[in-house]
């Protein structure tokens, strides 16, 4: 299993701001993602990341809104950039883990945002 | 394009009683995973189902995959209270893409 964590855990940000959430494994991994969960509701896939390569983002969620960093195999950054109250939630970054080729997600902590 | 369709969204029953949560692909999936996430908590991982028509065991929980690959149930047997949470289906399609369920909120009465 892979130990995960984020900072921050949680915030507290005014509309047209940015906030840069952090996300820490310890051990070295090739895809880290990362999820929106807005209270009471499922998990929403923003985008995945690999190493050395821009991220790749789902449908409805863009570079410009959620830029991702990812300079090392243990490391990944989400920036959620001009925020709305919209965009509070919690988001979540996880790995993969193991050597299969399904593998189960381990997942951080998550980052809950409010936006006011 | 892909979307996993879960039922119940709520779940309320004695503790004791039984609990079955479904899952729904419109396409067939690679694999299926189910997920817990307590309140407050983040979603922690249960189990994979690979195979057609496999069914797997932890305990009270039974988990099964459907022959056509596209369905998928969790069933706890005789609820604790510690059985409270979340539970969330993935589906997994063309090996890295997860689809996670709406959720199943279960909520066990002492």
């Known amino acids: 299993s892979a130990v995960i964590s984020q900072k921050p855990s949680r915030d507290i940000c005014q509309r047209g701001t940015s906030l840069t959430i952090q996300c820490q494994v310890d051990?070295?991994?090739?895809?880290m993602f990362w999820y929106r969960q807005q209270p009471g509701q499922s998990l929403t896939l923003i985008a995945t990341a690999n190493q050395g390569s821009e991220a790749t983002y789902e449908s409805g969620f863009v570079i410009d809104k959620f830029p991702i960093s990812r300079p090392n195999l243990t490391f990944s950054t989400l920036t959620v950039s001009n925020m709305s109250p919209e965009d509070s939630s919690i988001y979540l970054c996880?790995?993969?883990?193991?050597?299969?080729?399904?593998?189960?997600?381990?997942f951080g902590p998550g980052t809950r945002l409010t936006v006011l | 394009g892909q979307q996993v369709m879960q039922i119940p969204q709520y779940q309320h029953v004695q503790e004791g009683e039984d609990f079955t949560t479904y899952c729904n692909s419109s396409?067939?999936?690679?694999?299926i995973q189910w997920y817990k996430q307590r309140p407050g908590g983040h979603p922690v991982f249960l189990i994979q189902l690979v195979k057609s028509g496999e069914v797997k065991k932890q305990k009270r929980l039974t988990f099964q995959f459907g022959e056509a690959k596209k369905n998928s149930s969790l069933h706890i047997t005789a609820t604790q209270t510690t059985d409270v949470g979340t539970y969330f289906c993935?589906?997994?399609?063309?090996?890295?893409?997860?689809?996670f369920g709406s959720g199943t909120k279960l909520n066990v009465k002492p």
């Open positions: 996880s790995v993969e883990g193991g050597l299969a080729v399904y593998n189960e997600q381990f």
């Open positions: 051990s070295q991994v090739t895809m």
């Open positions: 396409t067939t999936l690679s694999n």
């Open positions: 993935a589906g997994v399609y063309n090996f890295n893409k997860f689809y």
